[in-house]
């Protein structure tokens, strides 16, 4: 995973992210610390591009995430988020989070894991 010169701002002109550039690889594990606020969780967010960057590029193998298909790229990505919690609904409402599309054949699978 690669980012290239990334840019990113929620509100035009009052940039969270300034030319950030980073190269994760294979088999690597990296944390990211820092204060509240700091941009964290909007790096980590634009991988599955739950928003695009203003500038620069993310590359997954070599590949411009938005070239992509975005059911796919999120297909094979996984995010465990910081607090524990349940969504309000039943146990098939939380294993269907984020792949609405999900078949019954799925949810068995993922209970039987």
């Given at each position: 995973?690669e980012y290239e010169?990334?840019?990113?701002?929620y509100?035009?002109?009052?940039?969270?992210?300034?030319?950030?550039?980073?190269?994760i690889?294979?088999?690597e594990?990296?944390a990211f610390?820092?204060?509240s606020?700091g941009?964290?969780?909007t790096?980590?967010?634009l991988?599955?591009?739950?928003?695009d960057v203003?500038?620069?590029?993310?590359?997954i193998?070599g590949?411009?995430?938005?070239?992509l298909?975005i059911?796919s790229?999120r297909?094979?990505i996984?995010?465990?988020?910081?607090?524990?919690f349940?969504?309000?609904?039943t146990?098939?409402?939380?294993?269907?989070?984020?792949?609405?599309n999900?078949?019954e054949?799925?949810?068995v699978?993922?209970?039987?894991?």
């Amino acid at each position: 995973i690669e980012y290239e010169d990334v840019c990113f701002s929620y509100v035009k002109n009052k940039p969270v992210l300034k030319d950030v550039k980073l190269k994760i690889n294979i088999g690597e594990t990296i944390a990211f610390v820092g204060n509240s606020g700091g941009g964290k969780s909007t790096l980590v967010n634009l991988l599955p591009r739950f928003y695009d960057v203003t500038n620069g590029k993310i590359k997954i193998d070599g590949t411009d995430i938005k070239e992509l298909d975005i059911d796919s790229l999120r297909d094979n990505i996984a995010i465990v988020f910081q607090d524990n919690f349940l969504f309000g609904g039943t146990i098939k409402d939380n294993i269907i989070l984020g792949k609405e599309n999900a078949t019954e054949d799925y949810i068995v699978r993922v209970l039987e894991q």
